[in-house]
């Protein structure tokens, strides 16, 4: 999928939202967009939204895993 393929998905996402009324669905889908382009505070915000709508929502296990590879942390690789 093309950078710009993903951002007019995006767009269309974010202005559905803007129009009111979105979703749980709308902001998971627009943060599993935000994360595969590479906007990570971005994704966990629409993953957190998407969860405060909807407790059972798929963007609770994209939350935890995406703050999971958030706090990762190898010392071995950050200290040579």
């Known amino acids: 999928m093309s950078q710009n393929s993903i951002d007019n998905q995006i767009k269309a996402l974010?202005?559905?939202?803007?129009?009111g009324g979105a979703a749980a669905d709308v902001y998971f889908r627009r943060g599993m967009l935000n994360w595969k382009a590479g906007r990570r505070a971005a994704a966990i915000t629409d993953y957190e939204t998407a969860v405060s709508l909807d407790a059972d929502s798929p963007a609770v296990e994209a939350l935890r895993m995406s703050r999971d590879i958030m706090d990762f942390r190898h010392n071995d690789l950050l200290n040579p």
């Open 14 to 19: 974010t202005e559905a939202i803007e129009a």
